[in-house]
Each structure stands twice: as structure tokens, then as C-alpha cells.
């Protein structure tokens, strides 16, 4: 089993819809979530980073953490097509340096 | 300001030569960190730099791979006697932190093994 597992898609949405994009992970002593997106050709960027359980907000993205599961999510309101990219979770034990293992990736499109 | 460059973008080799990959780190970022992307697969980790110590190779694939950092900035990435399945999109990124929470990434060099 992986540590970090993530459906591939490609996941395609009208303009406008809400995204979910989620991971699942086996290390309970993950303690940073992280979500980047990731373009064609180009590297990845970071989006937004939680810490430990619970909700955050930018924009129209909202990741959410449930550690009790070892489930976590992105949600993407009001999806744009400039939205369409593929998604990196991330995670951290965190100590005074760990590495950060990443996901797969989910492959997302917008549809005009 | 700038962001983490890579160079060469692209690069075409034969088997069995030597690579040579460049990483210019966000000017500042003490922790460097070198990735491989396969297709369709995640980022797997290669090496972790923090100044020009290298804490963390466990990443690298086998002796074949090498990196290195010199002032605490540009970092070089070796591959001796490539071979095809060293074929991907190679990714540097830079933090200012030790905690590797949030990275900054290069556009990665693409290497084709032939």
C-alpha cells in the first residue's frame, strides 16, 4: 500500500461546478496537508497547507482534513476553466525537517 | 522576483552517457530539494540540501545519481550512464524553511533517454 493514494482521474466538471479532489493516507503521524497544482509543462505550486484536523479557506478553495479517517480533500467552488490542471496532495510528519511525500495526482478539466 | 530556474529545459541523451542537470534556487532559500516525475506517477524524491550538506539521499535511485550544492545556492544534479528508464521530468524546488511546508518549484528539466 502507498503512503499517500489519490484517484488519477482525468476528472472533467462544467464551468461552475463544486470539484472535490481527495487523498487517502496509511502514516497516522502526518500533520501537514498540502495541496498544489501543477500545470502542463510547468512545476508545481503550492495552493494552501493545513495543520492537523479541520477546515481552511482561500477563495474559492477549501481544503478540509479529517485525520480520524486519514482522509483529506480540496474543494473547488464556482470551478473555472483556468481551474483545469492536475492536483498534488502532500503530507508531512513534520519534525524538524521530514520529507514531504506527495500523491499522484488528480487530472482535472474544466469544461466551458 | 525570480523563481527557481532549471536548465536545460529539455535534454535528449543516449544511453549509457552522463547528464548533467542545473538547479538555481529562489536567491535566500536555504533547503533545496531535487524530485523525479514520471508519467502519470507522483513526485519521487531524490535529495534534500540544506545549505550545501545533503541530510537526506535516501531518495536517489542508485549510485549512478549524485547531486551536489555550492554555495549554498546552485545545485547540480548527476546522472552517470543513463540509462531509459532514467527518462522523466526532473524538479527542483526551494524553501525557506527547514520544514519543506511549502516549496517553490522550478519548471524541471525533461530528459529523454534514448
Known amino acids: 500500500q502507498k503512503e499517500v493514494e489519490q484517484d488519477p482521474g482525468p476528472l472533467s466538471v462544467p464551468e461552475g461546478a463544486i470539484v472535490s479532489l481527495n487523498c487517502t493516507y496509511s502514516?497516522?503521524?502526518?500533520?501537514?496537508f498540502m495541496w498544489y497544482r501543477q500545470y502542463s509543462r510547468k512545476g508545481p505550486e503550492l495552493l494552501m497547507y493545513?495543520?492537523?484536523?479541520g477546515n481552511k479557506e482561500d477563495g474559492r478553495f477549501t481544503a478540509q482534513v479529517d485525520k480520524s479517517s486519514k482522509y483529506i480533500s480540496l474543494f473547488i467552488r464556482d470551478s473555472q476553466p483556468s481551474d483545469s490542471a492536475t492536483y498534488l496532495c502532500?503530507?508531512?510528519?513534520?519534525?524538524?525537517?521530514?520529507?514531504?511525500?506527495f500523491g499522484p495526482g488528480t487530472s482535472l478539466s474544466v469544461i466551458p | 522576483g525570480a523563481g527557481v530556474s532549471q536548465s536545460p529545459s529539455n535534454k535528449v541523451t543516449e544511453k549509457g552517457k552522463d547528464v548533467e542537470l542545473r538547479c538555481d534556487p529562489i536567491s535566500g532559500h536555504t533547503a533545496l530539494y531535487w524530485y523525479r516525475q514520471s508519467l502519470g506517477q507522483g513526485l519521487e524524491f531524490l535529495i534534500y540540501f540544506q545549505g550545501n550538506s545533503a541530510p537526506d539521499k535516501s531518495g536517489l535511485p542508485s549510485d549512478r545519481f549524485s547531486a551536489e550544492r555550492t554555495g549554498g545556492s546552485v545545485s547540480t544534479l548527476t546522472i552517470q550512464r543513463t540509462q531509459q528508464e532514467d527518462s522523466a521530468v526532473y524538479l527542483c524546488?526551494?524553501?525557506?524553511?527547514?520544514?519543506?511546508?511549502?516549496?517553490?518549484f522550478g519548471p524541471g528539466t525533461r530528459l529523454t533517454v534514448t
Open positions: 502514516n497516522s503521524a502526518f500533520q501537514y
Open positions: 524546488a526551494s524553501s525557506s524553511t527547514q520544514t519543506g511546508i511549502e516549496q517553490y
Open positions: 493545513t495543520y492537523s484536523s
Open positions: 502532500a503530507m508531512s510528519e513534520w519534525t524538524s525537517y521530514d520529507k514531504v511525500i
